[in-house]
C-alpha cells in the first residue's frame, strides 16, 4: 500500500531548500578548507622536515672539530682512548636508542607527538652539555657526555617520525620524484647542518683558541695561556640551541601524514602476531639491505668523520685553527653529493644508485691506501682527494635512508626504519669505538703519530676496501627496488597478506569470526602476546587454548572478515609476495622456471594494484553499512587479483 500523501507548507518547502542549501555550501566550504589545510600541512612538515634535519646535521657534526679540540687541549682527553670514543659515541648511543624507542612512538602514538619529544630531548641534552662541570676534569667531560647522549636519544627520533612521515607525503605530492624531495629535505638539509658548526667554531677557535696543535698542551700536559676551550665548546653547544627551539616552535603546526592518519583509523594503532609473521615471512631479504647497508657505511662514515680532525693534525700538523678550515672547505665541496645524489636517485633507481656508491668507495679507497703514505707528505692533494671520494659517498646514504622508508607498509613504517637504522648505528658505534685501537694496534709502534701512526691509518684503509666491496655485493642481491612504485598499493598488498594468514590460522584451528554486533570488542581484544606466553607457561592447557582462539577471533575481526565464507574464501586464496630484491628473484627463476616466476611476480604486483580485490579498508565500509559478503560477492571482486594460476 502506497503511502498517503501529505500536503507541506510552502514555508516548510523554503525551510527545507535553504537547508539544504545552506549545507551544501557548509560541505563545499569544509572541503575546501580541508583541502587548503592539506596544502599548509604539507608546507609545514617540509620545513619541519628540513629545519629539523638542518638541528641533526648540526649536532652530529659540531662534535668532531670539539674532539679535536679536546685531544689537543685536555691531556686527560688526549692518553685515554676510551674517553676519545665515550665523547664521540655517547650521540650515537642516544641515536641507537631513539630511533627503536620513537618508531614505536610514531606508529603507535604519531609522528606529530614524537617529533615533538624528539625537539624537547635535543634542547634539554643541550643545555646539560652546556652546563657541564664537575669535581674533575674527568667529571665534567662524563656530564658533558651524558648531555650529548640525551641530543642523541632526541636526533635518533628525528629519523623515525620525520623520515617516514615526509615520505608519506611526498607520495602525495608525486610519486615520480618522491626520491628526489625526500632527499633534499632530509639528506642535503643535514648536510648542511653539518657544516654550519664548522663556520661558527671557526670563529670561536680564532677568538680563543688560534694557536693550538696536537703536540703542545695535550701531550705535555701544560695549559696554554692562550687558549680559553670551554669558550670554543660550550659556546659550540649553546648555539644549536636557537635552530632547536625553531623547530620545536614549527613541530606544532605540523600534521600526520594523511597515509598515517587513513592507516592509524584502520588499525587502531595496534600491532599483533601477524605483523611480526609477515615481516619474518616476507620481509628477511630486504631487512638483509636495510640493516646491513646501513651498519657497513656508518661505520667508515662515523669512525673517519669523528676521527677526521685527529687524523688531519696528524698528517699534515695542522694546527686547530687550520684544521677547521679545511673541514669548513671539505664541507662546502661535499654540499654536492647529497644535491647530485638526489637528482639521479630517481633515474637511476635506488638499487643501481647505492651500487655506483660503494664500488667508488670501495675502489677510491684501495687507491687511498696503495699511495697513503706518499699522499699524507702533500697536504693540498691529500685534502683534495679525500674530498672528491667523500662527494660520491652520498650515492650510498642517500639510497640508505630512502629504502627503508619505502620498503615496509606505512603500520610499521617508522618502527622498521627504527630498528633498521638502529642496528646500522651499532655499525657507527662499533666503529667509532674500535677505530682508536685499531690505529694504534696497525701501527709497528703502537702509536698514533709520526711515520708509525701513518703505517696504522694506511692498514686501517685497506680494512675499510675490504667492507666497502662487500656492501657492494649486499647491495646487489639485498636492496630492494622500490623507485616509482606506488606506497598506497604496497599498503593493500601488505593488507591481503594479513587478511590471507588470519584466514589460514582461523581454518587451521576450527576459529569462526565474532558475531557482527561483537566486532568491534573484539577487534580490541582481550588477550594480548604476552598473555598467551603467561597462559602457556603457567596456566591449564584448556585455559591456552581458549586464549589461543580469542586471539585468532581478534585477528579475524582486525582483517575485518565478518563470516565463514569470508574466512574460508581467503583461507584457500594463493599468496604471492614479491620483495622485489635479485636475490629472491633469482632464487625463484631457479626453482620455478622463467615463467612460473614471472607469473609469480605478476600475480604478486596485482595484490597490490587500487582496482583489485576488496582491501580491510573495503571490508570496513561493508561492515559499517551492516553487509555481510558472501565468497560469491568476494570471488567476483577478486577474481582479476587471483587470475589463472595455480601454484
Known amino acids: 500500500m502506497a503511502d498517503p500523501i501529505v500536503d507541506i507548507a510552502p514555508d516548510q518547502i523554503y525551510r527545507t531548500s535553504q537547508e539544504y542549501d545552506q549545507s551544501n555550501v557548509v560541505a563545499e566550504d569544509g572541503k575546501k578548507q580541508e583541502e587548503q589545510l592539506d596544502r599548509s600541512a604539507l608546507k609545514f612538515n617540509a620545513i619541519g622536515t628540513a629545519l629539523g634535519f638542518l638541528v641533526n646535521g648540526y649536532m652530529y657534526q659540531v662534535g668532531a672539530i670539539l674532539l679535536t679540540l ?4 685536555y691531556h686527560t682527553v688526549y692518553v685515554s682512548s676510551f674517553l676519545q670514543s665515550a665523547l664521540s659515541t655517547s650521540v650515537l648511543y642516544g641515536v641507537l636508542f631513539g630511533l627503536i624507542i620513537f618508531g614505536f612512538i610514531a606508529d603507535i602514538v604519531g609522528r606529530k607527538a614524537g617529533l615533538i619529544m624528539c625537539s624537547s630531548l635535543v634542547i634539554l641534552g643541550s643545555v646539560i652539555s652546556v652546563a657541564a662541570n664537575g669535581t674533575s676534569t ?248 679525500t674530498t672528491f671520494v667523500f662527494i660520491f659517498q652520498y650515492f650510498v646514504f642517500i639510497p640508505v635512508y630512502l629504502v627503508p622508508a619505502e620498503v615496509y ?54 680494512f675499510y676496501a675490504g667492507l666497502e666491496y662487500l656492501g657492494f655485493i649486499l647491495a646487489v642481491l639485498f636492496v630492494p627496488e622500490y623507485s616509482n612504485v606506488g606506497l598506497r598499493g604496497e599498503d593493500k598488498r601488505y593488507l591481503e597478506l594479513r587478511t590471507r594468514y588470519a584466514a589460514r590460522l582461523a581454518k587451521k584451528y576450527g576459529v569462526e569470526p565474532a558475531h557482527p554486533d561483537d566486532q568491534e570488542a573484539t577487534r580490541l581484544g582481550r588477550f594480548s602476546v604476552w598473555n598467551l606466553i603467561s597462559r602457556k607457561l603457567t596456566g591449564t592447557p584448556e585455559s591456552f587454548e581458549e586464549a589461543k582462539k580469542e586471539y585468532i577471533r581478534m585477528l579475524l575481526s582486525r582483517c575485518s572478515l565478518e563470516t565463514n565464507e569470508q574466512v574460508e574464501y581467503y583461507a584457500n586464496a594463493p599468496i604471492y609476495y614479491d620483495d622485489r630484491t635479485l636475490i629472491t628473484h633469482w632464487w625463484r627463476r631457479w626453482t620455478m622456471g622463467k615463467e612460473a616466476a614471472e607469473e609469480y611476480i605478476r600475480q604478486s604486483h596485482l595484490l597490490g ?39
Not at 679536546?70 to 687541549?73: E, K, L, S
Not at 687550520?322 to 637511476?348: M, Y
Not at 570496513?620 to 565468497?631: G, I, M
Open 409 to 462: 607498509p606505512t603500520r610499521i613504517r617508522a618502527t622498521m626504519y627504527g630498528w633498521s637504522s638502529a642496528l646500522g648505528k651499532v655499525g657507527g658505534i662499533v666503529g667509532t669505538t674500535v677505530f682508536p685501537y685499531m690505529w694504534r694496534g696497525f701501527s709497528p709502534d703502537h702509536s698514533e703519530v709520526g711515520h708509525g701512526g701513518l703505517i696504522g691509518l694506511r692498514r686501517v684503509q685497506w
Open 70 to 73: 679536546y685531544t689537543d687541549v
Open 138 to 385: 674527568d667529571g665534567m667531560f662524563w656530564m658533558i657526555i651524558v648531555g650529548r647522549a640525551v641530543v642523541g636519544l632526541g636526533m635518533g627520533g628525528e629519523y623515525t617520525c620525520n623520515v617516514p612521515n615526509v615520505m608519506e607525503d611526498s607520495e602525495d605530492v608525486s610519486r615520480k620524484n618522491r626520491g628526489r624531495r625526500v632527499s633534499l629535505l632530509v639528506m642535503f638539509m643535514e648536510v648542511v647542518g653539518n657544516n654550519t658548526p664548522s663556520i661558527l667554531q671557526l670563529i670561536l677557535v680564532a677568538a680563543a683558541c688560534r694557536h693550538v696543535y696536537i703536540d703542545t698542551s695535550a701531550k705535555t700536559g701544560v695549559d696554554l695561556p692562550n687558549c680559553h676551550p670551554q669558550v670554543v665548546w660550550r659556546l659550540s653547544y649553546g648555539l644549536g640551541l636557537i635552530p632547536c627551539v625553531i623547530v620545536l616552535a614549527i613541530r606544532v603546526r605540523m600534521r600526520d601524514s594523511a597515509m598515517y592518519a587513513t592507516d592509524a583509523k584502520l588499525r587502531k594503532k595496534s600491532y599483533d602476531l601477524l605483523d611480526l609473521w609477515v615481516i619474518l615471512r616476507h620481509f628477511s631479504s630486504r631487512m638483509m639491505g636495510t640493516v646491513f647497508m646501513w651498519f657497513f657505511i656508518d661505520w667508515i662514515n662515523y669512525s673517519q668523520g669523528n676521527f677526521g680532525g685527529v687524523i688531519l693534525s696528524s698528517i699534515i700538523g695542522a694546527s686547530l685553527f687550520k684544521t677547521a678550515w679545511i673541514g669548513l672547505s671539505q664541507g662546502v665541496v661535499l654540499q654536492l653529493g647529497p644535491l647530485i645524489s638526489s637528482l639521479v636517485v630517481d633515474r637511476l633507481g635506488r638499487r643501481r644508485t647505492e651500487m655506483l656508491g660503494w664500488f667508488w668507495l670501495a675502489s677510491t679507497q684501495l687507491i687511498t691506501a696503495g699511495v697513503y703514505l706518499k699522499l699524507a707528505k702533500h697536504a693540498v692533494g691529500y685534502v683534495i682527494w
Open 609 to 647: 594494484e587500487e582496482a583489485d580485490a576488496p582491501t580491510q579498508e573495503d571490508n570496513l565500509k561493508v561492515a559499517d553499512s551492516k553487509e555481510s559478503p558472501s565468497a560469491s560477492v568476494v570471488e567476483a571482486t577478486t577474481g582479476t587479483m587471483l587470475g589463472d594460476s595455480k601454484h
